[in-house]
């Protein structure tokens, strides 16, 4: 069985330096198993797991990491961030972001939920004190 999706990543066809939404079929597995992806947050180099399904955001709070938000809704922008690696997909239909801002790389992290490792440029995250792993 498959499942329809609206990816938003790195597109090969495109070349290393574009992104774009790519419609796909996956199969249903990839999608419902209990999958961890990696994230990394630049420069800081700090790295964190993303269950599937959870947003890059929340994925970071609960590991201590501060990324800059707002309403957490895909609206006000404040997390806007640069997508360096990965694929994600909205859990919104039209996240806050301009196709050319899409196609430069830039995400929401607050309802973008990755499909596979990532890595993010976020230079204004914290680490909490205390909390998360190294990394």
Request: aromatic share 8%.
């Amino acid at each position: 069985m498959f499942v329809s999706l609206r990816v938003f990543g790195r597109s090969r066809e495109l070349g290393s330096g574009k992104h774009a939404f790519n419609e796909g079929r996956y199969p249903l597995g990839m999608v419902t198993n209990p999958v961890v992806f990696q994230l990394r947050i630049e420069p800081q180099g700090w790295v964190c797991p993303v269950p599937a399904g959870v947003s890059i955001w929340k994925a970071a709070r609960r590991a201590g990491i501060r990324l800059p938000s707002s309403c957490l809704n895909g609206t006000c922008r404040t997390c806007l961030c640069r997508l360096i690696s990965g694929q994600v997909v909205y859990s919104i239909e039209w996240p806050g972001v301009s196709v050319d801002e899409r196609e430069a790389g830039w995400i929401l992290p607050c309802v973008a939920r990755p499909i596979s490792d990532v890595v993010i440029e976020s230079p204004s995250a914290l680490r909490e004190l205390g909390i998360g792993g190294g990394g």
